[in-house]
């Protein structure tokens, strides 16, 4: 079985989230909450009433995969064919 599919979603954030004071899946707006030696804390606001609607948390490794596979999907958008 292929390693791709599992890389796909190691590092996935959300884009809307319910939220209680809205009563509705809202848009949310990721805000870095506190940096440490080993892992970064996200908070998720309402974009509706900006109350806190979750968190997430990035270990640093987590964060060093992510910035090898951004830098590998650069590389392969940079070649450029060769037309004989």
């Known amino acids: ?11 996935f954030t959300a884009s ?5 004071k809205c009563k509705a899946a809202m848009p949310v707006r990721e805000r870095l909450l506190l940096v440490l030696p080993d892992k970064e804390i996200y ?3 309402c974009t509706g009433c900006g109350s806190s609607v979750g968190s997430r948390e990035v270990t640093a490794g987590e964060k060093m995969m992510a910035q090898a596979m951004a830098a590998q999907q ?6 450029v064919p060769i037309s004989l």
């Open 1 to 11: 079985m292929s390693q791709q599919p599992q890389q796909q979603f190691e590092n």
């Open 16 to 20: 809307s989230l319910y939220c209680d």
């Open 43 to 45: 908070d998720y606001l």
């Open 74 to 79: 650069s590389r392969r958008r940079r070649r």
